[in-house]
């Protein structure tokens, strides 16, 4: 069965001691500096009216709650026996383990938390991450394909790797599915959307809907963690999860283009 070289690169990019600078946390890092820009600049092309201090506090509230989110997320999600058994193990995120659903949820608190202290509306602010959102999903995937992890279920496909621990049999590159359609694809609709300001929440319904249908379908073709398996009939825990993100998505989108009137231009 022909498959494609997997590229091995170092998870490490340099150590200094035990210091390690990992691609992974350079890509959080890369995808936070990106968001806050788009926000920044969105901020001006739709007149929220953030001053530079309200920025660099969105900077600081969103990286706190999608860190804390995500890990937090997949302890509860994916590995709720270790932290029941090891309550301490939620706190040794070097060893890996950080989920999306739970970084959004995260993230979206923290959103709530600085709303109420700048008074700006929460799906306001929402909005305007929503449109840079895409841009850390697309470093966090490739990063996830450098560590050699997340990796697809076995294929026949001509571009099918052999990923390092996954067996020897070829697989789908599913991190570089995920980076193509929830990153590059997913941004580029979210700058259509946001040419002109819409209704609170209407980027967020359309971010939150479109992630939920990708997220679903690439899950077809990605290996279920091995711990878990199949968690519902064929489907695996993070299709399960992608329903309330695509319900919450659908709501927002109900909500802001009902909030717009019947008389407003409607994309």
Do not use: C
């Not at 009216?49 to 302890?75: H, P, T």
């Not at 963690?225 to 399960?240: I, K, W």
């Amino acid at each position: 069965m022909a498959a494609l070289t997997y590229p091995q690169i170092d998870p490490v990019i340099f150590a200094v001691g035990p210091f390690a600078v990992r691609w992974y946390g350079v890509a959080y890092v890369a995808g936070f500096i990106v968001a806050i820009l788009i926000v920044a600049r969105l901020n001006r092309r739709w007149e929220v009216g953030l001053s530079e201090d309200d920025l660099f506090s969105m900077f600081i509230y969103g990286s706190l709650g999608l860190v804390i989110g995500a890990r937090v997320g997949y302890m509860l999600f994916y590995a709720l026996p270790e932290l029941v058994s090891d309550p301490l193990s939620l706190f040794r995120v070097a060893e890996g383990g950080m989920s999306f659903h739970g970084g959004l949820a995260g993230i979206l608190f923290a959103g709530y938390l600085l709303s109420r202290r700048i008074s700006v509306p929460m799906l306001r602010l929402a909005d305007l991450v929503a449109v840079g959102a895409p841009v850390g999903i697309f470093f966090g995937r490739v990063a996830n394909f450098i560590n050699g992890e997340l990796w697809g279920r076995v294929t026949e496909v001509p571009w099918g790797m052999v990923f390092p621990g996954a067996g020897p049999l070829p697989r789908h590159p599913s991190q570089l599915y995920e980076a193509l359609l929830e990153g590059v694809l997913l941004f580029v609709v979210m700058l259509v959307i946001a040419r002109r300001r819409r209704p609170d929440g209407y980027v967020t319904g359309w971010l939150l809907m479109l992630y939920g249908i990708m997220r679903f379908l690439v899950e077809f073709v990605r290996e279920p963690d091995a711990h878990l398996g199949a968690v519902l009939g064929p489907l695996s825990m993070g299709q399960l999860l992608t329903v309330p993100v695509f319900a919450a998505g659908a709501w927002l989108l109900w909500r802001a283009r009902a909030a717009s009137g019947p008389g407003e231009k409607r994309a």
